[in-house]
Structure formats: C-alpha cells, structure tokens
C-alpha cells in the first residue's frame, strides 16, 4: 500500500520518520531466556510508502521473513533496552540502529512526572 508520510518540497528536504521500523514485540515474560514471544508488529516506513508486519508465534518461526523485512532500517522501538536483549538472545544477526522512543517522549514532556 502507497501512503506518503512526508511532502519532499526541495531535494535536501526530508523526514526523520522515513526509512524507519516502528517495532513492538509482546512476551509471555520479561527475561529473554525464560520467555515466550507472543507477536510481533511492525510498520516500515520507506520512501513514503508504509508496509505492515504482524506475527504470532517466536522469532526463530518468523526470523527469515522478519530480517528481510526490517532490512537495514533504524528500528524505533519503546523500552529498546528490553526488545534488544529479546533480539539479542533470539536473533543476534540483527544489528540494526535501534532508537529508543522512550528518549522522544523525555525531549517532548520533559517535566511529565506521571
């Protein structure tokens, strides 16, 4: 599916939420070595164009269809600490760039308390 996430107006314009993966993983448990993994969501955002990733079952299932699908992308994930020792442990060849959303939500509410 075709959406445009961005209006390019000028050549050296661009958006930072291109060529990006939004990940969010769903465990039975939060230690990697004891866990279940449960699904796996992502939307990929590649030049304007947006693509869907959604998976029920473990990483080792899913792991050739999911690599090729985050590609070389900077993944942006919530809590990245905790989703890459789950990648780490289930999938070490990913090496990704991985940005942590928790850091945005610091920069953009940097006196939320709650």
Known sequence: MDCPVYVKKED???????????????ASELDPKKS????????KVDEGSIELFESTGSLQ???????????NKTIIV???????RFLKYNMPEIK???LDSMELVVILEPYHTG
């Open 12 to 26: 050296n314009m661009f958006s930072i939420l291109d060529n990006i993966v939004f990940l969010d993983i769903e």
């Open 36 to 43: 279940e993994i449960i699904g796996v969501g992502a939307v």
């Open 61 to 71: 299932d899913i792991s050739f269809h999911f690599k090729n699908f985050l590609g």
């Open 78 to 84: 919530h809590n990245a600490d905790l989703v890459m």
């Open 96 to 98: 990704n760039k991985i």
